[in-house]
């Protein structure tokens, strides 16, 4: 009998399944346990595996590792934390509302609060991969180092409390 009076309480109360679930899994995943290191680990198996096939690849320099990390970090993360509306890892678990589909992943997460701990180490991923990538580049490719500066303009520039909301020239709005 207690367990058919609790059932309406624990059936609302627990969000797909689990108890402590956020409101929306696709954008707090950042504030998960561990997430931080997962999101590093990454990057590393990212960077040894491009060194792993620059070394292979006929005329291919290990060294270039870093720079094509840091590049592709900048589009991957520019493409899904600053230009996709909506969620942009959605799951079976996701449960947004459609107010958010009007804001990118960036300023969804911790609800729109700037330099909390999770903006911040997104801030310091893309300062350490592009320190990386310039100093594991010959200065003699200008055109990679320029594209290295490039990637990172963008990347940190995107995450500037400053930018919350903001679309340069109208451009996704």
Not at 16 to 22: D, F, L, N, R, T
Request: aromatic fraction near 16%; hydrophobic fraction near 55%.
């Amino acid at each position: 009998i207690v367990f058919l009076l609790l059932l309406p309480y624990s059936i609302s109360a627990m969000e797909a399944g689990h108890a402590s679930m956020p409101a929306d899994v696709g954008v707090e995943w950042l504030n998960s346990k561990g997430s931080w290191a997962f999101y590093l680990a990454v990057l590393v198996f990212a960077r040894a595996l491009v060194a792993a096939v620059l070394t292979i690849w006929p005329g291919g320099d290990p060294t270039l590792a870093w720079s094509i990390v840091n590049i592709g970090h900048s589009l991957v993360t520019f493409f899904a934390f600053h230009w996709v509306k909506g969620n942009p890892f959605p799951t079976f678990f996701s449960m947004t509302s459609p107010e958010v589909d009007k804001y990118t992943w960036w300023e969804q997460i911790d609800h729109r609060w700037q330099n909390t701990p999770s903006r911040k180490f997104c801030r310091v991923v893309v300062v350490v991969l592009y320190l990386l990538a310039l100093d594991s580049s010959p200065w003699d490719l200008v055109k990679l180092q320029f594209a290295n500066l490039i990637a990172f303009t963008v990347a940190f520039v995107a995450k500037f409390p400053a930018m919350d909301g903001v679309r340069i020239f109208g451009i996704n709005k």
